[in-house]
């Protein structure tokens, strides 16, 4: 049997850094948050490119944890897919809001914009508070044109993540959309933990304080409690697996594609494109290599050869640190190959040439 994915295998291949970083956590006594929590939630923002990154209990608790930082609740309709895990519809209900289903694209599998469209012309569309489109299998639901919707509208968009790790539209990555986003890391996901782990992402400050609050009983200060809150918090073992295998998804996406892609010739092959296809994918989706430590690794980020020009002008020497205190602030898309460049070393004096 061919199997999807497989989480062992994926163990077993780090198994000696995975092996570490659990003996680190296990030996530090502080099992719940903490360093390694803030250090992965740090990493994921630097390389979606997105200034929050709050780290929870499962996809599930994300998206309901975005949809309540920003203001959905009983009584608002949120448009989203029939096409998706349940969790995505679960969590709608969950959060109190109700779910109002639209079609997917048959091409693409992910919403049907002009479906969206006719349902905030239809005579439910005021209340339509929040678009919850789901980037499934990877790929990219149509945000540009969605994201349009949602402001002419009013609307909240909350991107749902759970499959779609390391993926770029139009030279960003996703999570990176909308008011908000929810990732899983299902030990299945492209990017999986040894258990139930999530995250969400923002760029609005208010929300971010909003989520960190909700996660831990509604509390911004420790053992005041200004609102009900839930316990969402991620546990620290978690954190620090998934902090070893991030700087790893760049090469599994790339061998996944490469597997669609001998997968789309032998079905070619064997002329049964009439009955199997993969949906149609639109957008530039990437695999993308991250370095969070220093220069050797963002010069490994561009494998192109046609990337050689990329450089930074910072010596490697002054490059050693984490993002936090090398002060990532961006990252550019080699427009040759499609790949993002991290610049690990870019503190506002380093800058990086984009070869193009
Ligand atoms: C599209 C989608 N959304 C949400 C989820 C929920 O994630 P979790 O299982 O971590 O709660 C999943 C996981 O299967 C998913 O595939």
């Known amino acids: 049997m061919i199997l999807q994915t497989d989480p062992k295998a994926a163990y077993l291949e780090h198994r000696e850094e995975i092996d570490e970083a659990v003996q680190r956590v296990l030996g530090s006594g502080w099992y719940i948050h903490g360093r390694e929590v803030r250090a992965f939630e740090e990493e994921f923002a630097t390389y979606l490119g997105v200034k929050h990154a709050v780290a929870v209990a499962s996809g599930t608790d994300a998206l309901e944890l975005a949809l309540r930082a920003c203001g959905i609740g009983p009584g608002d309709l949120v448009a989203t897919v029939s096409h998706t895990a349940v969790a995505t519809v679960a969590a709608v209900e969950l959060a109190g809001a109700t779910p109002f289903l639209v079609d997917v694209d048959p091409r693409t599998l992910t919403l049907d914009v002009a479906g969206l469209e006719e349902m905030f012309a239809g005579p439910e569309g005021q209340r339509i508070r929040a678009v919850l489109p789901v980037h499934l299998y990877g790929q990219a639901a149509d945000l540009p044109r969605i994201r349009g919707i949602c402001r002419r509208h009013g609307a909240i968009l909350i991107e749902d993540c759970a499959q779609a790790h390391g993926a770029l539209l139009e030279g960003a990555r996703l999570g990176n959309w909308g008011d908000a986003a929810a990732f899983s890391f299902y030990p299945t996901k492209n990017l999986g933990a040894l258990g139930d782990a999530g995250l969400v992402t923002t760029n609005d400050a208010a929300v971010d304080k909003k989520l960190r609050a909700l996660r831990v009983h509604g509390s911004e200060v420790k053992y005041y409690h200004k609102f009900i809150g839930y316990n969402m918090r991620l546990d620290a073992v978690h954190a620090a697996v998934l902090r070893v295998k991030l700087p790893h998804v760049a090469t599994w996406l790339s061998a996944r594609e490469a597997a669609a892609k001998r997968y789309d010739s032998l079905i ?84 990086v040439r984009s070869s193009s």
């Open 268 to 351: 070619e092959g064997a002329n049964l494109h009439g009955f199997m296809r993969r949906p149609v994918l639109p957008v530039s989706r990437v695999a993308v290599p991250v370095c969070l430590r220093g220069l050797p690794g963002w010069l490994r980020a561009c494998r192109s050869p046609r990337c050689r020009r990329v450089r930074c002008r910072r010596r490697a020497a002054r490059c050693r640190g984490s993002p936090r205190r090398t002060g990532i602030r961006s990252s550019r898309v080699c427009r040759r190959s499609g790949r993002v460049i991290r610049p690990c070393c870019a503190s506002g004096r380093g800058t």
